[in-house]
């Protein structure tokens, strides 16, 4: 596994890409409430995601996740909250079923290493 820190081990299945897509998230409010809102990702992997939002959720609850490009939806659920100096709450969210490629791309596996071109070696004169 790749460090991401020195104290600290990458722990996702798959490495994060900072990639920005618009999407709709439907679900309910910590009282009960449904609401539907519009984000933008901040960065993806396989297997979830990590975006701003203003209503308030809890770890564990389950959204929809719309990708506005697509139009697909997707169910999620909420693995951490985390609120930024500028006020800002950030949501990370987890797919239920992460064999479907919800971003159209793939990525790499953790502690792969980027491919390396040859040099093509000089004939000697």
């Known amino acids: 596994m790749s460090l991401l820190h ?29 609401f539907c809102a519009q984000t933008n990702s901040q960065s993806v992997n396989r297997h979830g995601a990590l975006f701003p939002l203003e209503e308030i959720v809890l770890v564990g609850q389950t959204l929809i996740l719309m990708n506005d490009h697509t139009a697909q939806s997707m169910e999620c659920r909420v693995v951490s909250i985390h609120r930024a100096r500028d006020g800002k709450q950030y949501i990370g969210v987890e797919f ?30």
């Open 6 to 34: 020195f104290r600290c081990k990458e722990r996702r299945r798959t490495l994060r890409v900072a990639l920005t897509v618009p999407l709709t998230v439907r679900g309910k409010t910590d009282s009960g409430e449904k």
């Open 96 to 125: 239920m079923s992460p064999e479907t490629n919800f971003w159209h791309m793939q990525f790499p596996i953790p502690g792969s290493k980027p491919l390396r071109r040859t040099i093509p070696s000089k004939a000697s004169a």
